[in-house]
């Protein structure tokens, strides 16, 4: 019975660009790796994805950080509408992270607004 042998770009790495762009949204930690280890710091299609997740990442945190210092008076008035605020700004981000992820297994450069601009100038698009 013949070895089936998958594709992998010419590369040692196992990973295709696709799931290596996917895997890098899944944290920055992926992402971070990604942009140090060759080949994946080499191929283009990877480290836009690499950046854009980084990008997305401080881009969450400060929101994030902003929202909460608006949004501090509420939790003493409601914290059962506080709660349920941020139970839904976690999943608007959990939606748009797999937005990115099902884009990048697919092939696609799903562009963000700013923050992809921004990647594709650090990967060197």
Not at 3 to 12: F, K, L, M, S, V
Not at 36 to 57: D, T
Not at 94 to 105: D, E, F, G, K, N
């Amino acid at each position: 019975m013949p070895e089936i042998t998958p594709p992998n770009n010419g590369d040692n790495s196992g990973l295709s660009d696709n799931a290596a762009g996917a895997i890098a949204y899944v944290t920055f930690i992926p992402a971070i790796v990604f942009l140090l280890i060759e080949p994946f710091n080499k191929n283009p299609y990877v480290r836009y994805h690499a950046w854009q997740s980084l990008f997305l990442n401080v881009a969450v945190l400060v929101f994030n950080a902003a929202l909460g210092l608006v949004l501090a008076p509420m939790l003493f008035f409601s914290p059962a509408l506080h709660f349920a605020f941020w139970r839904l700004i976690e999943l608007a981000w959990l939606l748009l992270l797999i937005v990115c992820v099902i884009q990048a297994a697919k092939g696609q450069r799903f562009k963000l607004p700013v923050i992809g601009a921004l990647a594709e100038r650090q990967a060197g698009n």
